[in-house]
């Protein structure tokens, strides 16, 4: 019998924490993309960031930057909930084939979010969003059902 | 004897998990809220989102929609935090009574902060928002001191 | 032997969960800094807030405020984070004594970075925000690697 709960010998477990360090890698290497992005174009947020780097300003309305930071926002409107969310639909006891596809589609629609965020394909954006969010609201109306019931 | 671990068989668990689910169903109402005011006022943040959609602007200062928005994000420096910790206090074995009404006071709060916020309601909104913080602070007092001590 | 799960009993656990305590609070106390800003300065976000305020005015724009915000707002991508993949790695079994020195290291370069932040001391400032995204980072390679091999 396979183990149901929070243990890396649950290969749903082990799939949610696999998937889950893929995405937050992700983020940060967006993150890591913000500070690319103001060294580029030579814009930050503080007075203090740009003394001693010639040519650099402070300001908040580059759009390239404020692109990048938009989408980090996005990401922490959906990220942290589908973390949280994907522990307890795990201990649900899901079909793993299941599991395997919410935590499948949510990486990759906010792998191909992030892509087409960048670089401005619209209608694809909204729809990697649209998948994101379905996925994590699938996972979370099945939590609400197994404590609720 | 209740268990009192990570499980659905844990009834401070499960009202965890549903209460939870609540909260996060409740942000996800709130994005979507954001697209419909972007409908709504015809004001998108990106200009390859109003392409092709006539009498639609790219602005990132139209008041109604900068409201949804703030909201949002006071979800998030609310909800995620009270998701991670909420998870912790159920591991500190609490009362079950206590723990109930700590979740049912945040989610309550939260919800009634999400309508006082659109209508502009004070000092409605603010005591909401107190309310669900104290609630979060509370909990994470228990869990530093079970983990502190 | 010591327990590895998710328990007050284990050390591993006991310690995130207490590191994790510290720097939501730390979080909190920033929130209730940008009320204690908003009133220093006498400038709020909304106009319903301003209401009876004599010499207070609903603006977007005010450098105090927007500094506290920007701190939050990185808080919000560094924070959550930590908290989710911080609960995965536990459950890898690590080693206490590296484990503990991932939690310590987070948490005191989220509150320098507070602090220097809101000083505006740079490169301090930078310094922090990278020794507390390599702490994650490294935790969260380690999940990846315990939940995909």
């Given amino acids: 019998m396979a183990y149901t709960g929070l243990s890396f010998g649950n290969p749903v477990f082990a799939a949610y924490a696999a998937y ?3 995405v937050l890698l992700k ?3 967006l993150a890591g993309y ?3 992005t103001r060294f580029r174009v030579g814009v930050f947020a503080n007075p203090e960031d740009v ?3 010639k040519g650099a300003v402070a300001r908040l309305d580059n759009p390239d930057v404020e692109r990048v930071r938009r989408l980090h926002r996005n990401d922490l409107e959906n990220i942290p909930a589908f973390l949280a969310v994907g522990l307890l639909y795990v201990l649900t006891g ?3 084939g299941v599991a395997l596809w919410h935590f499948r589609i949510f990486t990759a629609a906010r792998c191909f979010h992030t892509v087409s965020y960048l670089a401005a394909v619209q209608p694809l954006r909204t ?3 649209t998948a994101g969010l379905l996925a994590t609201i699938s996972m979370t109306l099945q939590v609400l059902m ?3 019931l």
Avoid: E
């Fill in 146 to 148: 197994a404590g609720a």
């Fill in 27 to 29: 983020m940060f290497v």
């Fill in 51 to 53: 003394k001693g780097n």
């Fill in 127 to 129: 729809l990697c969003y």
């Fill in 34 to 36: 913000t500070t690319y």
């Fill in 20 to 22: 889950s360090s893929l």
């Fill in 94 to 96: 899901p079909s793993p």
